[in-house]
């Protein structure tokens, strides 16, 4: 009786990891096939008139990387790496019903967007970025520590000339020699609050920035 009990508890486990492992996959597939561009193209080429096509095209898939960043963070803080991303996020908002039910399909739970200032602490919005640093390189293959290039999201607005946009940098001492600086340095953001003796900065860089720009920049 009791190797019965033991075998039945055991095949509940397994089933309950079966499950749980079938329903990620599910939510990563919904997330990737998503129609963001049907249904925000309109709005985002009314929002920002200088973005092509193609360049918008390019927005659609930060957000749909974002979304894969918020999916795999959990409840953690997953800040927003890109303004134009940012914008199309908050156009997909607007479509009250079409967010709701996109974030129950492709995340279990409704992600808010939470701006810079109404986080509750200063450091959010720092661990924010950090983790999305993280996991974005993750995703891309890149050292978080030593990045020879920039995650997708990290490099977008760079790219696509966005005007305010957050736009990062991987040698900032080398970009600030040549009077190319930026407030927001790329080359630290996976060394702050590392003690990785091999990174220079650290926890008291203030060119790691936040990377929000004092803006809407969280999923929580």
Not at 13 to 24: K, M
Not at 69 to 88: E, H, T, W
Not at 175 to 199: K, R, V
Request: glycine share 14%; charged share 20%; with cysteine.
């Amino acid at each position: 009786m009791k190797i019965v009990i033991v075998l039945a508890f055991a095949g509940l486990i397994v089933a309950s990891i079966l499950w749980w492992r079938a329903l990620l996959r599910k939510r990563v597939a919904y997330i990737e096939s998503y129609p963001y561009a049907r249904l925000l193209d309109r709005r985002l080429a009314d929002r920002r008139p200088e973005l092509g096509e193609a360049q918008r095209a390019l927005v659609f898939e930060g957000l749909r990387e974002y979304f894969q960043l918020c999916r795999q963070a959990g409840n953690r803080l997953v800040a927003m790496p890109s303004q134009a991303v940012d914008d199309a996020w908050h156009e997909f908002i607007l479509f009250t019903r079409h967010y709701q039910q996109f974030c129950a399909r492709g995340l279990g739970r409704f992600l808010h967007h939470t701006p810079a200032e109404a986080m509750r602490s200063p450091t959010d919005a720092q661990q924010g970025i950090r983790r999305a640093w993280r996991l974005a390189c993750r995703r891309e293959g890149i050292d978080p520590r030593a990045p020879n290039s920039l995650p997708t999201l990290f490099a977008l607005d760079a790219l696509l000339g966005i005007s305010g946009g957050f736009i990062y940098q991987l040698d900032c001492l080398a970009a600030a020699q040549t009077g190319a600086g930026t407030a927001f340095c790329a080359g630290h953001i996976g060394c702050a609050g590392s003690g990785d003796a091999g990174c220079s900065g650290g926890d008291g860089d203030s060119s790691a920035g936040d990377g929000c720009g004092g803006g809407g920049c969280g999923g929580d």
